[in-house]
């Protein structure tokens, strides 16, 4: 029995991508399923609140769509990195648990917050719907500055060498990844500043333009050092 279990063994063993510098992987937990799902319907909320308010110009709907287009970056680069993280982090713990909860619950409002920013409801004076509009997008910068926040907690504890979680030689690239996220959510956090609205770069408000710093981040170092955003040392 032994030696036909053996080969079985192996043959997960490779599929899981078990290799020198990776991290284990393990079955999923119910909850990155549901994590799934929520990331899944939060883009599909954000497009779906578009439709209750139909455009009236091109200018608007060039404006719909790149707002849109801002909340699939968000939503999917913050996917990605939550994804490789619980790919190899231990779920069963409170502490993590509650975090998950926390993140999932951070990123339902995301369409939500976005929409109060890009879309005026038109029974509100000007100054109201600034009013608004300012409020929303303060609330988005502190949910942002949230998930980032609970994603480098996540990588901390993924760089903990005595919880022997992760390859020691990928442990430097989670140290990394915490410090940055940290970094990038004590930056975004300042944009709450009043100024970072009344100041405008292109009639588009400097809070908003902030906004890309996170997606900046990663992105280009995903381009640069492949590593550094994998969490994959090169074969």
């Known amino acids: 029995m032994p030696e036909t279990l053996a080969p079985d063994i192996e043959n997960e063993q490779r599929a899981a991508g078990a290799s020198v510098g990776a991290a284990p992987r393990r079955p999923r937990p119910r909850i990155e399923t549901l994590a799934d799902l929520i990331f899944g319907l939060s883009l599909s909320i954000g497009s779906l609140a578009l439709l209750v308010s139909p455009p009236v110009s091109e200018d608007e709907i060039n404006r719909h769509v790149v707002a849109f287009g801002f909340t699939f970056l968000i939503l999917i680069t913050a996917w990605l990195i939550y994804t490789t993280y619980m790919s190899v982090l231990p779920i069963e713990t409170k502490s993590v648990t509650l975090l998950n909860v926390v993140l999932l619950l951070l990123v339902a409002v995301i369409p939500y917050l976005l929409n109060t920013v890009e879309v005026v409801n038109p029974t509100l004076t ?110």
């Open 126 to 235: 000007p100054e109201e719907a600034a009013r608004v509009s300012d409020y929303s997008s303060t609330l988005f910068t502190l949910n942002l500055s949230g998930i980032m926040l609970i994603l480098g907690a996540f990588a901390h504890v993924l760089s903990i060498e005595e919880k022997g979680l992760v390859a020691p030689e990928i442990v430097r690239l989670f140290r990394n990844g915490r410090n940055r996220l940290a970094i990038l959510a004590a930056l975004n956090t300042i944009a709450i500043a009043p100024a970072f609205w009344e100041v405008t770069v292109a009639g588009i408000q400097a809070r908003i333009l902030w906004w890309s710093l996170p997606l900046l981040s990663y992105w280009i170092g995903r381009a640069v050092r492949p590593e550094s955003r994998t969490y994959r040392l090169k074969p």
